[in-house]
T-cell receptor, first 114, second 115 residues
Framework: DTAVSQTPKYLVTQMGNDKSIKCEQN?????MYWYKQDSKKFLKIMFS???????INETVPNRFSPKSPDKAHLNLHINSLELGDSAVYFC?????????????FGPGTRLTVT | GENVEQHPSTLSVQEGDSAVIKCTYS??????FPWYKQELGKGPQLIID?????GEKKDQRIAVTLNKTAKHFSLHITETQPEDSAVYFC??????????????FGTGTQLKVEL
């Protein structure tokens, strides 16, 4: 009964490869997000989607391409992986609650690029 | 854009003592301020939040205060327990026209509760 789930939990790959991370939420929320947490634990928004429409793209390299097949899923595809892409990636979702949006996070995917 | 500063970066307290973490934000359009707790190897967990039209909110041992004029908000944990040890993040939220909100996070506070 996990609210926001991500797969895989760990991803180790070599520079230049292409990889995908999947996210699913069963909360019925209409907005989903991708965040990147670097080695210093700093959390930064990358993308947000509302009802499958892109809302935010925070100057993320175009090697990163999010895709939302439906409201419950938001996947992240990364092309030509670089060492600097190593981080923990979190998916989150939210729903309007009287003007505020409580965001709930998934367990994260630790990406290591060698 | 929004900038959120958080202090201290590390905080060590004795079990039973109180812990206070402070944040400031820059964008007056921010209208919602959540706090997250992140345990090792897990995702951030929402523990309490406050809207901009409220000055204080309490939930058992946790309380948050907001001073909109000064653009300050704080997290107070009383009667700390070892299981409170984690990294705590404050965030400031701006509602987006297309739906959802944009969270800008502080840099985190590593809280350690010692026996």
């Amino acid at each position: 009964d996990t609210a926001v789930s991500q797969t895989p939990k760990y991803l180790v790959t070599q520079m230049g490869n292409d990889k995908s991370i999947k996210c699913e939420q069963n909360l019925g929320h209409d907005t989903m997000y991708w965040y990147k947490q670097d080695s210093k634990k700093f959390l930064k928004i990358m993308f947000s989607y509302n009802n499958k429409e892109l809302i935010i793209n925070e100057t993320v390299p175009n090697r990163f391409s999010p895709k939302s097949p439906d409201k419950a899923h938001l996947n992240l595809h990364i092309n030509s992986l670089e060492l600097g892409d190593s981080a923990v990636y979190f998916c989150a979702s939210s729903q309007d609650r009287g003007g505020t949006y409580e965001q709930y996070f998934g367990p994260g995917t630790r990406l290591t690029v060698t | 854009g929004e900038n959120v500063e958080q202090h201290p970066s590390t905080l060590s307290v004795q079990e039973g003592d109180s812990a206070v973490i402070k944040c400031t934000y820059s964008d007056s359009a921010s209208n919602y301020f959540p706090w997250y707790k992140q345990e090792l190897g897990k995702g951030p967990q929402l523990i309490i939040d406050i809207r901009s039209n409220v000055g204080e909110k309490k939930d058992q041992r946790i309380a948050v205060t907001l001073n909109k004029t000064a653009k300050h908000f704080s997290l107070h944990i009383t009667e700390t327990q070892p299981e409170d040890s984690a990294v705590y993040f404050c965030a400031a939220s701006i509602r987006l026209t297309g739906g959802g909100n944009k969270l800008t996070f502080g840099t985190g506070t590593q809280l350690k509760v010692e026996l």
